[in-house]
């Protein structure tokens, strides 16, 4: 009689059960996706991501449970799950908001006492070295050294023979006419030597280094008694950074920050290509060094493979211009003269708090070893964008051949980043964090790499992991964020040109000699910064 009874009750209740753990099942997936979308806020809608998978290639569109464990290494106040949503969009928008400027904005306006050129005393040729920005350098300084011998400038050769052969003129890769114009109140300037002074002697000089403006008043300009044209053989870091006339320096900084302008072809689609960016919310530029030229001539060759060592060490002692040939690879990481790894970056940028689904844009060459030294990075960021991602082939194709004028691209969208982080110290993130403090100290944040691969030689030896990594890591890196400082002087204790070379490099920091402070106005970074409020709002 009871199991009679029992089985209508049980025929009732299980049902019931059954609908009850479906629920539970869909309840807990749900709740599985939103804490995944909390723990990695972003300005992308779900459907933002998807259109930019499928419009750039980058591949499925994983399930959050797939992205929950490349979520697992981010930064411990990004890991709240019990923390109240306005408490995570404040941490998420401390990412990405620019520091405080104090008011420093440009004044390069020269002051009254400040001329036109005068009688120009014969004609400076200038033979460019280096990459883009080695040969902007050099440029500016040759603007100054014209004015200050009373030269007229004739429009500099771009190198042709470096690493990458690349073969444009000047007016591929500047606009040449606006440079003449914006300067010519400045120093004359000439497309080319008049026809008549074409066979006549010249003196080829190799300018002293990081000279001082008497090197050039009272040696150089003696040259004027014997010759009409003077050739400079190189122009890299020809003039010093520090202890030169306001004047001078001013000019330098119209030169850099103004008058090198990129052709029109390369700033119209430098433009497109951050439009794009933009359209995907706030983003990292991330000039990542890891290239075969930068690798081979550094001699680091930490994380690769024997045979890719194999191949660096060759390219170093076969290139004649680099002069160390014997280099050993451990000292040289250990002393932070190394660019990070991908897998370095990734790391990184995971303990400074920025969640999976943060867009970047990968500025550089073709990254070496390709694909196999790039999956690290790749499955902490899956959303990795380049120039040659952004940009159809038809509109790569007249600035593929040409290293300068592709690196020209990434420098526009490096410069207008809501972040800039570079991997390695070099002349192009020397050129960028400069623009960007002089257009109102955006957020540029330069890894101290020194104590970054030790501390990465700990998480590997598993001394050290988690919250402990990250908590350090956010420390040490507090105050480079690209707030106004003044430029460094030489380290104390180095002598001759070390003592020089030891200095911030002057376009890497233009205070305080373009900059002024001025409380009353309104900073680019207050603008900048509302802009961005303004869309992680919107995108909520």
């Not at 019990?82 to 004044?107: H, M, Q, T």
């Not at 970054?452 to 030689?457: E, P, S």
Request: proline share 6%.
């Amino acid at each position: 009689m009871q199991r009679r009874r029992l089985r209508p009750t049980m025929a009732a209740v299980l049902p019931m059960l059954l609908v009850f753990a479906v629920a539970t099942v869909f309840l807990v997936s749900l709740l599985d996706a939103n804490v995944d979308v909390s723990a990695s806020p972003s300005s992308l809608s779900t459907a933002s991501f998807y259109k930019l998978s499928q419009r750039d290639g980058i591949g499925r569109i994983r399930r959050p449970s797939e992205l929950k464990w490349i979520q697992e290494e981010a930064s411990p106040q990004l890991s709240k799950w019990n923390a109240s949503a306005g408490e995570k969009r404040e941490d998420y928008a401390k990412l990405w908001i620019a520091p405080s400027s104090r008011g420093f904005v440009p004044c390069l306006k020269p002051n009254s006492a400040f001329s036109p050129p005068g009688a120009s005393r014969g004609y400076l040729s200038v033979s460019t070295n280096g990459g883009l920005n080695q040969m902007r350098a050099g440029i500016a300084d040759m603007i100054a050294v014209a004015r200050i011998i009373n030269a007229t400038l004739v429009i500099p050769k771009l190198d042709k023979g470096s690493f990458w052969h690349d073969l444009s003129n000047f007016s591929d890769v500047f606009d040449e006419e606006y440079f003449i114009q914006s300067l010519e109140n400045d120093v004359r300037i000439v497309k080319k030597l008049p026809k008549e002074l074409a066979t006549v002697t010249k003196t080829v000089k190799y300018f002293r280094s990081w000279s001082p403006l008497e090197y050039y008043q009272d040696e150089i300009s003696k040259l004027w008694d014997d010759y009409k044209v003077i050739k400079s053989a190189k122009s890299d870091s020809r003039l010093a950074n520090n202890n030169m006339p306001s004047e001078i320096q001013k000019l330098r900084c119209r030169a850099f920050y103004e008058s090198l302008r990129f052709a029109r072809g390369i700033q119209a689609l430098g433009k497109s290509l951050v439009e794009r960016m933009r359209s995907y919310g706030p983003f990292i530029a991330l000039h990542l060094r890891y290239e075969k030229d930068m690798l081979a001539f550094s001699g680091c060759t930490y994380g690769l493979n024997i045979s890719e060592a194999e191949e660096l060490t060759t390219i170093r002692e076969t290139t004649p211009y680099w002069k160390v040939k014997d280099i050993d690879p451990v000292q040289q990481r250990l002393k932070g003269y190394c660019p990070l790894t991908p897998k370095e970056v990734g790391t990184f940028l995971s303990c400074l708090g920025y969640p999976s689904n943060t867009p970047i844009y990968i500025a550089s060459g073709e990254i070496y070893g390709g694909d196999s030294h790039m999956a690290d990075l790749q499955s902490r960021f899956p959303i990795l964008l380049s120039k040659e991602k952004l940009a159809s082939a038809a509109e790569l194709e007249p600035f593929r051949p040409y290293a300068a004028q592709m690196a020209a691209l990434d420098y526009i969208v490096s410069v207008e980043s809501d972040v800039f982080i570079p991997s390695y110290s070099g002349n192009m993130a020397r050129a960028v964090n400069g623009h960007r403090r002089y257009l109102g100290h955006r957020r540029t944040i330069t890894p101290d790499r020194k104590t970054l691969v030790r501390l990465f030689d700990k998480v590997d030896q598993g001394l050290l992991q988690g919250e402990k990594l990250s908590s350090i890591i956010l420390e040490i890196h507090k105050k480079r964020q690209g707030s106004p400082s003044k430029r460094k002087g030489p380290v104390s204790g180095t002598r001759g040109m070390e003592r020089f070379r030891s200095e911030e490099s002057f376009y890497e920091n233009p205070l305080p000699d373009c900059l002024c402070q001025r409380s009353e106005s309104r900073s680019n970074n207050q603008l900048i910064n509302k802009s961005i409020l303004s869309k992680l709002s919107n995108s909520r």
